[in-house]
């Protein structure tokens, strides 16, 4: 069952530690860093930026990092950000859900995420699963 109350979150694209852009100051400077971790899903370039899918397959993982959000009031900035509209999930580029996370160490966190929400056409895969290998800061 999902926790929707949980205040984590994961973010496997530019809000990570070492991206320079006010909404990763402002998720640092309102949250925890708790671990590095993955996800089950496939990540993808959408046109300079990351968009993760899911995946039936738990071979495939997607890393990131997962933070510990002061208030939840919080991913109603980050769901600007992230264009994710929650009553017209249809209009958003984005959509937010609960995802299961794996830590470094074995442990498990239910955490609020981003998926990407349109058609993959000529997106490429990021096959490493890294963003942070993939795109150079």
């Not at 402002?26 to 925890?32: D, E, F, G, I």
Request: charged share 20%; proline share 3%.
């Amino acid at each position: 069952m999902k926790n929707l109350s949980t205040r984590y979150i994961f973010v496997y694209g530019s809000l990570m530690q070492g991206f320079r852009n006010p909404w990763s100051a402002h998720l640092h400077n309102h949250s925890r860093f708790i671990s590095k971790g993955s996800v089950q899903g496939l990540i993808y370039d959408i046109k300079g930026y990351p968009g993760l899918v899911e995946s039936a397959d738990p071979s495939h993982r997607v890393q990131g990092e997962l933070y510990l959000m002061s208030s939840l009031s919080f991913l109603k900035d980050f769901d600007k950000y992230e264009e994710c509209n929650m009553k017209y999930p249809q209009r958003s580029q984005f959509t937010r859900d609960i995802i299961d996370v794996k830590i470094y160490g074995g442990r498990t966190f239910q955490a609020w995420t981003y998926f990407y929400n349109r058609h993959l056409n000529e997106k490429m895969l990021i096959s490493s699963g890294k963003y942070t290998r993939y795109f150079v800061r």
